[in-house]
């Protein structure tokens, strides 16, 4: 067996586009939260030099004068293509592992000449289009890393190599990696590529000739693993396994300023929410809270305070966060102040159910519970579904600004299209 990886074409813009036909062949630009920068381009809006992150007001000129067409991200119709894409590259293998929202690795058969199968490539990449919608590239390899550079390869040289490269070929593999660029290689960012070209190491086939001790001495045993798997000896474990959260944050700009104490407490609630939802979500509690609220800098003595809390026992439970993430903004409000931004930190994160260490504390029994449950119906009705009164309810103006936002085509039954 071998290794593929499936990324989408463009996905943010892709997704777009695919229940919108107006968007099709013209510039599109996604924006950021807030609708502040650039964070996806259609390959019109490349063609114009617009780079990622871009800041919308320095582009006003540009929109107008090319009719670039603006979104703001719709993270609700990019979760739901990705688990349709995922559902559909499920039909082809029994192990799909999903490397981030546009790209999953999954097993692939090996022909009986050694080569990868380019031909089931081509038959995933259309029962994509057919079923989803979304446009795709496809690298094989006989390990992660080499199904990674052949998918970067394939976006490169897709009208040479029609969206699929198999680099189970070692003669082709050759090739290519001479001309391919070592900072290109998956895992190698710019401070070890620094690190590299003082040894003559710039292109892919150099790195693959690196003998695998220097490369240790060089880059850990990351590096090592790296390189032992462009020469198709597949790690297991070469996958660098992320660092155990420590912390995690809920921080948003208001899409209008906040002036009352009743507004800027519902905002904290709904970020406070979210972050207990982030960690109950990993399996996590937090044992220390942090909560912040500031104005813009640009105006005159804006209003600036933060607060902190020990949680004990450590918590996910949103009814204490909400609670305790209220009366800090009670106590850090001025009046009179203009709000633009506030915030959640929940720190010091540990596995839930590890011991505490506090004999005088107990959680509420009944919380994993109740908790299981609102977190089921939100998944099932969605998010937001059950809430705290505290969050308030429907759009207010201190929500993160996406007036150039989509309609929710496939998470909303009220915005489903309806074909004519």
Known sequence: MSWGIVDVANFYVSA?????????????IVLSNNDGCAIARSEEAKALHIKMGDPVFKLRDTIRKHGIQLRSSNYELYADLNRRFNEVLGEFSDVVEVYS????FYRAPVLANGL???AGAHRVREA????????TRIGLGPTRTLSKVANALAKATEKVWGGVVDLHDTELRARLFAKWPVGEVWGIGRALEARLKPLGITTTAD???????????????????LVRELGGVECDDFRPEPEALKATAVTRQFGEPVRDLDALREAMARRAWRAAEKIRAQGLVATRLIAFAHGSRYRPNPPNASRSARLSPATNDPRVIVGIAGRMVESMFEPGGVYTKCGILLEDLSAEGAPQGDLFASADPKAPELLATIDGLNARFGRDTITLAAQGRGARGFDTKRSQKS???????????IAR
């Open 207 to 225: 790195l693959a000739a690196m003998p695998p001790a220097v490369a240790r001495d060089v880059g850990t045993v990351v590096l090592e693993r």
């Open 116 to 118: 990868g199968d380019v």
């Open 128 to 135: 994509i289009a057919r079923s989803v919608g979304l446009p």
């Open 101 to 104: 929202i546009d790209e999953s």
């Open 16 to 28: 777009e586009r695919l229940f919108d036909p107006a968007l099709r062949k013209v510039p599109v």
């Open 407 to 417: 309609p929710s085509w496939t998470t909303n039954l009220a915005e489903i299209p």
